[in-house]
């Protein structure tokens, strides 16, 4: 390796920035577009790890994801207001997941309310339209519904009870390249 | 949500048809017809899996894609 190109890199991650501890970031640095490269090796790398873990554990990989999911769920919300109405909790929800999900609550048009009483289950529709797991499913042409599903899965049923307090179920009843019918349900 | 079906180009096939997990389509007379559009929630399945490229949607809120290598789209769009 020549000395130029070890000067080059040094040059490279110098700079005259007084960077003190007490300073906090205000801004997303680099901007997002300068970010592009960092978020499909980031996608690229989960798509790898999901794609190993489905080779390697088969049907436990899905057991696996899940549970991270569950946890992760469980941690974000414990700062949440707690609340009884699962319309509340919804909400609460949707303003945690932001930025990485966005949802809305959804029925088809011969339901005459949000909340389904059939076949003795009570159930929620929610359609998930912006989905980081379906752009990095899709960034590695990967299909959909599978372990990394399963962290959203998790991460919305942990959440769900994290701020209700009751059991909850997350089901795929349909995935697609704009938007994902999933079925919630209440326990 | 309007979908519209360019009758001239669908095929016929009833890819939509059975795809669409909430019978928004039907087949009459070999077109495809969208039937229950207010039951459409924007998945675009029926899009990705037309091989005629019939269908159109509009009012449809379009996910964040950034799945998409704007590199690989500048490139493209020189090209094409």
Redesign the interface.
């Known amino acids: 390796m020549s000395g130029g190109y070890i000067d080059e890199l040094h040059e490279a991650f110098h700079s005259d920035l007084i960077y003190r501890s007490e300073d906090i970031p205000l801004d997303c640095s680099p901007k997002p577009k300068e970010m592009?490269q960092t978020?499909?090796g980031v996608?690229k790398l989960n798509g790898l790890i999901i794609r190993s873990l489905e080779e390697i554990a088969g049907r436990g990989a899905n057991a696996v994801t899940y549970r991270a999911g569950k946890k992760f769920g469980h941690e974000v919300a414990k700062y949440f207001q707690k609340r009884d109405d699962v319309e509340g909790a919804l909400h609460e929800l949707s303003d945690l997941l932001r930025g990485q999900y966005s949802f809305e609550v959804?029925k088809?048009?011969d339901k005459e309310t949000f909340i389904i009483e059939e076949n003795g289950e009570t159930f929620i529709y929610l359609?998930f339209?912006?989905?980081?797991v379906?752009?990095?499913l899709?960034?590695n042409g990967l299909d959909q519904g599978g372990p990394l599903c399963q962290t959203l899965f998790g991460y919305v049923v942990g959440a769900i009870e994290e701020i209700t307090g009751r059991k909850a179920k997350l089901e795929i009843?349909?995935?697609?390249?704009?938007?994902?019918?999933k079925k919630l349900v209440l326990k | 949500m309007d979908i519209h079906v360019d009758k001239d180009a669908c095929v016929g096939c009833g890819l939509c048809v059975k795809d669409c997990p909430m019978h928004v389509y039907e087949l009459q007379n070999n077109v495809s017809v969208a039937v229950r559009p207010n039951n459409c929630m924007g998945c675009l399945s029926c899009h990705e899996i037309c091989p005629a490229q019939a269908l159109e949607h509009r009012g449809i809120y379009a996910a964040r894609r950034h799945y998409i290598d704007i590199k690989v789209c500048e490139m493209l769009r020189k090209v094409v």
């Open positions: 592009e978020l499909h996608m959804w088809p048009e359609v339209h912006d989905c980081i379906r752009q990095t899709r960034r009843v349909h995935t697609g390249p704009n938007a994902c019918l």
